[in-house]
């Protein structure tokens, strides 16, 4: 099953639910659920049953368009007051992915310029711009994999970690994308190298579920491996995802990026950020203004094991994670253009933050 042949977030034909594919069961199992409540689409969210930031955001934007579909109000202000409640209550469901708020905010503003439409106009017009939404990450997507296959030789070896593939967007991915490029232009010679990525291993059931189902050689390591694959030559580049950047260049991602960003500094290995615009948050100087997700104990001591692998009351560290200095990144792929530093005075010359 090729990973792009899977749609990870759907509004179904009849507007009903969001039909969305479970990513906490693969690679073993393909589901598809469906999911109405608003309480179950932000449970989607918040355990990852979506994920991946331009995932959530497109998920993020279905959920409010159909919960605000069945708002019961007399008139405008009755029904704004149930859709900032319903919205920001979809926004507490994750605090480090600035996809999530984009879309949401996005949604709000549409709301509000169409404030003098008949109430079921106006519902309309919020499916409209989800699916807007939906497709202009498809087109994102594509964008930064054509400037990111530009990048690439042949038979380049590329480190990836966690998950940034099609699984996390709504088609293409963004690490990934420049891959799928490579294959739409006819090159069989690349080699990737997919991150386990503990504690959630997205690398291990997601990237390398995606890379080697679409035919590209494809070798798996622990995250600890990282230096000694580098060390022996077989990586060329590295291309991560992102959750959230700041003005500064400042990139947040999965935990353990900041490691792989290290150690391809120390190699000398160019290593490039994915990121589509809506992912820059030209709010935050730097990234140590960036919220910092903080998940389960349970992610590490048990949800693997068939028995628990850690003492009782143990202290557990798990941030979903960590910032990257921008002085570590060679340069931020976005939709519209290369970036590198300095990368405030990059994004302003894309438009960045002027929207």
Known sequence: MNALQLDTV???????????LDQ???????????????????????????????????CAAY?????????????????????????????????????????????????LAN??????????????????IRDEDVAISRSIGQIGFG???????????????TLATAKYGTATAPMYIALENGWTDLRVYCDETRPLLQGARLTSFEMHNAGIETTLLCDNMAASMMKSGKINIVFVGCDRVARNGDAANKIGTMGVA??????????YVCAPSSTIDMSLASGEEIPIEQRSPEEVTEMWYQERMAPEGVKVYNPAFDVTDHSLITGIITERGLCRAPYDKAFEALGIGKE
């Open 10 to 20: 759907l509004l179904s034909e009849d507007r009903s639910c969001l039909e969305i």
């Open 24 to 58: 906490t069961l693969l690679p073993g199992t393909i589901k598809v659920i469906q999911v109405s409540k608003i309480e179950d689409i932000w449970e989607a969210i918040k355990v990852l049953r979506v994920r991946g930031a331009p995932a959530i955001g497109v």
């Open 63 to 111: 959920g409010i368009a159909l919960t605000a579909s069945r708002i019961d109000a007399a008139d405008f202000d009755g029904f704004y007051a149930e859709f900032k409640k319903q919205k920001d209550y979809l926004a507490s469901s994750r605090p480090t992915a600035v996809n999530l708020f984009w879309a949401l905010n996005r949604m709000e503003r549409v709301a």
């Open 115 to 132: 404030r003098a439409l008949p109430l079921p106009e106006l519902k309309e017009r919020l499916f409209t711009e989800a699916q807007a």
């Open 151 to 165: 990048l690439l030789h042949h038979g380049d070896g590329i480190l990836t970690h966690c998950n940034a593939g």
């Open 262 to 271: 290290i150690l391809a500094k120390h190699f000398g290995i160019p290593f």
